[in-house]
């Protein structure tokens, strides 16, 4: 059985467009959403194997505002980068890249999801340029000291037993739909069966779809080794913090930590959710967004069906 997205309706009322450019020899594409002369362009980047689909809901709130969300490369749409490792200097170079490809008139604003969030903080660090930072669900500490540290130390265990197996059975096993939904069930906090039905089969869908085995072993190993506390004290424009109390991969005394770390931060937090506010709390999120910005309009949670009809898909991120 199909589980439609409860977002659908609201993100067709968005305009859309596709591209592509090349950096650092990934075909990255990306996604244009909103309108071409909006007052503030955002750059979007998503998790770790997720792709652009799971920033959707979201911008599914958003009007008035354009945001470009690329597929990170090697994930979704994107080809792995050859003039790169896949670490996080590799991404923070992708990522500034990507941005002077776009020849964009004014700077965009940043925003980083989870495994985005340290990509971006540290492109900014590293130089990017932008009036202002936003990071959803950002990992503040090192995650093996998480709230869930033994299920973190598990997971590394997996992805070095899919390292040292044979290339086809690893890909297999990091692609096994028992292991995706058990991952799914963990981060997931909403009561709500059908939103529960709905981003289960979001992950089963979108989280699989890395280009080789060799970049996401490489994506994690990077996504455990770095935290956006490496970069936070390098950056200095005014950045959101929107983070989660149950968050399973950073803790509260972490952010709260962590958003002392910058030269102007603002740490808001999310009550009775894990790590996939952009799927459980997107309104919220926008509206937080929103405010910050000082600029675009929030589609209200009053005009969101509750499900049914077609839609553009909706996918994962981590």
Do not use: C
């Amino acid at each position: 059985m199909v589980a439609f997205s409860p977002y659908a309706s609201l993100l067709a009322e968005v305009p859309l467009r596709e591209g592509e450019v090349s950096v650092l020899g990934s075909h990255t594409r990306y996604w244009d959403y909103g309108p071409v002369d909006a007052a503030v362009t955002v750059i979007a980047v998503h998790g770790f194997r997720g792709e652009h689909h799971g920033l959707d809901p979201i911008v599914a709130h958003l009007r008035g505002i354009r945001v470009l969300s690329p597929d990170l490369p090697g994930f979704g749409e994107s080809t792995p980068m050859t003039g790169a490792e896949h670490s996080i200097a590799g991404y923070s170079s992708w990522l500034r890249g990507f941005v002077e490809a776009l020849h964009l008139a004014d700077q965009p604003v940043i925003l980083g999801h989870s495994f985005g969030s340290i990509v971006t903080s540290a492109a900014v660090a590293d130089g990017l340029q932008t009036p202002r930072l936003i990071l959803i669900n950002p990992i503040a500490a090192p995650a093996l000291s998480g709230p869930k540290a033994v299920l973190t130390w598990l997971t590394v265990q997996y992805y070095r037993v899919a390292a040292a197996l044979p290339e086809r059975v690893g890909y297999a096993l990091l692609s096994n739909w028992l292991i995706v939904r058990f991952t799914s069930v963990v981060m997931v906090t909403t009561k709500d069966p059908a939103l529960r039905r709905w981003i289960h089969s979001q992950h089963q869908t979108y989280f699989s779809r890395f280009s080789d085995r060799a970049t996401v072993l490489a994506g994690f190993d990077a996504s455990v080794t770095s935290d956006v506390s490496m970069a936070a004290g390098r950056i200095a424009v005014p950045t959101l913090l929107i983070a989660a109390d149950h968050d399973p991969i950073t803790s509260v005394r972490a952010l709260h930590r962590l958003a002392g770390l910058f030269a102007d931060a603002r740490l808001v937090m999310f009550e009775d959710v894990g790590h996939l506010i952009h799927y459980e709390r997107p309104l919220e999120a926008a509206t937080e967004i929103v405010a910050f910005l000082g600029s675009g309009q929030v589609a209200t949670e009053s005009a969101r069906p509750t499900a049914g009809g077609s839609q553009r898909p909706a996918g994962s991120t981590l």
